[in-house]
């Protein structure tokens, strides 16, 4: 089924692609730079990704030119792309983020800790799916359909075949990849809560799909050994799914935002709304930053830290952080600002001390210091 309604692609850009001609921009305007950076970004991921599909691939010396210049140019353009988003610290910060790990990747392939270089490639994949999953996509982009079509990807076991469709935007063969896994009887039940929030950020955020997901969601409340917590919570979901505003509530997304998500922020996680805080963070990642400012940008920065929090992605991206950060900068001494402060020193603070936990280092403390003094207005 196709679920990404409309394509803004024009089938020349697809046909080219399979003539293998040079790109060229296809689409003008002011998106066309990121696109253009996504186009060599992709490249540089499609080689990794091609030569860590054998073995031996990272250690082949044919292959070290390819590896190197590859992890720079991802690097260098991990940073043009941090120039184009800066309303948008989330983005900022991930597209930093993906420039510092191709750094490392180069780095540590150059000093011979190869293995660590080859599966620090696919940690890249999760940046990739962190910017793309923010918001609705107007069809699905040609770019990477070959390399999905390639025996590199086809050959992948479905749950990383569906990481990397999302990872290029390739959605709707990500999502039917994602659903037939879920569907799978062999799916063994603790890889199911993961994978299953992927598919449901995709489809109702990317794809703004709300009935396959009650679908899927109804088959796997039949399974006699789903974890607990998921049967409990399942029925509350498919309650969200059915009800919940579909119109984009354009003009008004903060209110409607706020409306699903209750404007105090509850201390305990309710497992029970994590619907309503997909479809809520999907309408704050969509208002345009243009058309708010002051107090309420900080309300749009927190909420999107909010929730983007009880969404809960991996937990080392660090889009959360920023974004919190930036509310305590937009509108310092606030109540907002408060908010987003504890909610950032209470990950900080679970981030560094945890079981594995080193304590807070300094320089992180003194950056907390400072937000806090600006939070409350000392
Ligand atoms: C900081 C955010 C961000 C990160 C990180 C990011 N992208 Fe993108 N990407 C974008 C934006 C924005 C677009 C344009 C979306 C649109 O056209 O609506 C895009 C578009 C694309 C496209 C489609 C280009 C086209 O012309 O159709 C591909 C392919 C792509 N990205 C691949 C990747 C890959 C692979 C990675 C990870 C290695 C990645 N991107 C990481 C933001 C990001």
Redesign the pocket.
Known sequence: MRRVKGS??PKS?GCALLAGAVLV???AGA?SQ??????A??D???SLLEISATPDGFYDPVNRERILTASRG?QGE?RV??L??SS?P???V??G??SRQALKIGRLFEHGRIAEARSLTHG??E??????T??A??GD????AQFIASDTVRELPPAERATIQI???RFDEGLDTLSSVLRSPQLPAERIERLLKRYLLVSIRVASEYDDPITILEHLRGRADLEASLRDAIPAWIRSLRTVRRDGASGQELEVAVALIGDSAPSVVDPDKLIDYIVASGLLHRLPRSEVSGARLARVYYLLGFTEHRVGGPYWLPQVEAFLERAILTDPGSETARRAYDLLAERIYEAFTGPDGIGVPDDVAEWLTRLNGLATGA
């Open positions: 803004r692609y850009v921009p296809a689409v998106d990121v696109r253009a950076t996504m186009w970004i992709f540089g991921l499609r991802i991990g792309l941090g184009h988003v948008d989330g983005a900022e991930l597209g983020m993906m890249l994949t940046l990739c799916i962190a910017c793309h923010r918001l996509s107007q982009s040609p770019v990477a990872a290029t935007r």
